[in-house]
């Protein structure tokens, strides 16, 4: 804490909030950066898209294996 008040004490260009320079320092505030909250939502709906890609590939291998085994028995005869 001492460390984070000398360098407030020492910044050349003092900031707007002293309690927000604090909290950056001490790495307790996430960043507010409006890219970082759309980079946020853009995973989360890749990861939605992700789970319903696997999910389809699921039921395709399934069909598939459907559509496998009877062949696989025809040439095993």
């Known amino acids: ?6 360098a407030l004490y020492e910044e050349p260009e003092k900031p707007d909030s002293a309690l927000d320079f604090l909290k950056h320092h001490l790495g307790a505030s996430a960043p507010e950066n409006p890219e970082i909250e759309a980079l946020r939502l853009e995973v989360a ?3 939605e898209k992700y789970e ?23 040439h095993g005869e």
């Open 1 to 6: 804490l001492f460390a984070v008040l000398v």
């Open 45 to 47: 709906e890749m990861k």
């Open 52 to 74: 319903a890609v696997l999910e389809e590939n699921k039921k395709l291998k399934t069909k598939l294996a459907q559509y496998e085994s009877p062949q696989d028995e025809k």
